[in-house]
């Protein structure tokens, strides 16, 4: 599998893991708990396989940016937490700066 494939299989899985930390209710939950232990031990153990290829500041800017991003709309979705336009604008600014990054000569 290509590398840039483990890295996007590691984030959902680190998103998963982070949008189910405040289902543990302080990991009191046994079903969310082993959610969020088994979302990021794989979390890792993808990473590692993108890591063979990929340096390891890109690959966790990516990570990152990708990773707050999709945890906020997770956030937004069911957890109810609203953004304003500075919230927006810098979760804007986080994608804008991943892009930026893919985008450059020579990026990996």
Do not use: C
Not at 12 to 29: C, D, H, I, P, Q
Not at 67 to 72: E, I, N
């Amino acid at each position: 599998m290509p590398n840039w494939a483990w890295l996007a299989i590691a984030i959902v899985s680190e998103v998963v893991a982070t949008s189910f930390l405040k289902a543990t209710e302080g990991f009191s939950r046994p079903v969310p708990s082993i959610i969020v232990a088994i979302g990021y031990a794989a979390a890792f153990y993808f990473l590692s396989f993108a890591l063979r290829s990929i340096p390891v500041g890109v690959a966790y800017a990516i990570w990152s940016g990708a990773g707050v991003v999709m945890v906020t709309g997770v956030a937004w979705i069911a957890y109810g937490q609203k953004l304003d336009a500075v919230a927006l604008g810098a979760i804007g600014l986080i994608v804008a700066g991943v892009v930026i990054l893919n985008l450059r000569p020579g990026h990996g």
